[in-house]
């Protein structure tokens, strides 16, 4: 029997990956034993035993961003983190390691590293510090959007649930409209930004609003759980939250967004054209994500110190009040994403454990030296 390591805990943008190409490699071969590694941090205890995968907890390996005391108690928690990735792939036989990126990864990589096979996969246009190591010695290094600065990278794409890349939203329009309690007519947007990265959106759509409405454009806004919905209103509809992501895509005709990598390959993968707003903070991978939907003409990109309600009513009303360039959108989102990613990553993922030859060679235990002067975080 085929035994498959997972290594993606940590945040949903790694786990949700993961899962996504642990449920394509049981399509593809329910006798495949798929294993997850992860840490009682996070979200790894509540994500991965729901969807049926077991768990096997090592100890946690936060990465300082800056130098600093836990900075040189880094080595001892990787040796100790090692050990106990090890003596799991013992126990469940494992033929491959397949890694996400972030602080599981690590420890995952440098476990199997001499043992057996590495797959990795970088969701973001810029490599994290985990995924950097790993891609050193890894046989497979995959990514969703090409240019991360790993070496022999094939772009596969973002793997993603089924129940997003097999949407037929045309199918479940009305449903998904009867659902949130919009009008069943006319155009719907679609604003989201996260827990994090809500603010300025939240801010520009309660400035636009009135306009929007006054075009005949309906609202359904994600606004956080720590966010301001904007006032009251006849086709705003304003949740902290949205459950049922399949049903919000289905109801709407476009999106205000962050530019996370799961966000983008989502919506190009439903086909739903987009304003981007790349959160102003970090490496500046948000926007380099949405690039090449821009680029393809089915998305747009707002720089998060532009948008405010005037440029909102600006990209907005245009779009949603005409039928033919979002129709013209939509194609160019869906064309530029990769709906069938998580397959493509499970084949060649097995394909490399078909081809492996034996053993990787001799168990490697040195762990890769960091110099606190050097360092520059993720």
């Not at 085929?2 to 329910?30: C, K, N, Q, W, Y």
């Not at 705003?236 to 459950?243: C, M």
């Not at 895509?249 to 205000?256: E, H, P």
């Not at 089915?298 to 979002?326: F, K, Q, S, Y």
């Amino acid at each position: 029997m085929t035994s498959v390591v997972v290594a993606g805990g940590g945040s949903a943008g790694h786990i949700e990956p993961a899962l996504a190409f642990a449920d394509a490699v049981r399509r593809l071969h329910p006798d495949v034993r798929v294993t997850a590694l992860g840490t009682e941090r996070g979200l790894d205890t509540a994500l991965i035993p729901a969807r049926g995968y077991p768990l096997e907890l090592i100890p946690p390996v936060p990465l300082p961003r800056r130098p600093s005391l836990d900075l040189l108690k880094l080595p001892g928690r990787v040796h100790a983190a090692i050990s106990r990735v090890r003596r799991v792939l013992d126990e469940v036989e494992a033929d491959v390691v397949v890694g996400f990126g972030g602080y599981v990864a690590l420890p995952a990589y440098l476990g199997a590293r001499g043992r057996v096979p590495i797959a990795v996969h970088e969701a973001n246009a810029k490599a994290g510090l985990a995924n950097k190591v790993g891609a050193r010695f890894a046989e497979l290094v995959a990514v969703a959007v090409p240019g991360t600065g790993l070496e022999n990278e094939q772009v596969v794409g973002m793997p993603l649930r089924r129940s997003i890349t097999g949407l037929d939203r045309a199918a479940l329009r009305t449903q998904g409209r009867k659902f949130f309690g919009l009008p069943p007519q006319g155009p719907v947007l679609l604003v989201f930004g996260g827990s994090q990265g809500a603010r300025t959106l939240n801010n520009a759509i309660a400035d636009a609003l009135p306009d929007l409405l006054h075009a005949g454009i309906s609202v359904l806004h994600a606004h956080g759980r720590g966010g301001e919905p904007a006032p009251p209103a006849r086709g705003y509809v304003a949740l902290p939250y949205i459950e049922r992501m399949d049903l919000a895509y289905a109801a709407a005709d476009a999106v205000l967004g962050r530019c996370g990598m799961t966000t983008v390959a989502e919506v190009t993968a439903v086909g739903l054209p987009a304003v981007y707003v790349p959160l102003p903070h970090g490496n500046g991978e948000q926007a380099l994500n949405a690039r090449p939907v821009v680029a393809a003409g089915g998305g747009i990109l707002v720089d998060d110190a532009e948008m405010d309600g005037d440029r909102a009513v600006d990209e907005l009303i245009p779009l949603l009040t005409n039928p033919r360039r979002l129709a013209a959108m939509s194609r160019a989102a869906r064309a530029s994403g990769h709906g069938d990613a998580d397959q493509r990553l499970a084949r060649l993922v097995l394909d490399l454990v078909r081809g492996h030859g034996g053993g990787a060679g001799d168990p490697v235990t040195e762990v890769i030296p960091i110099d606190p002067r050097t360092w520059r975080g993720r």
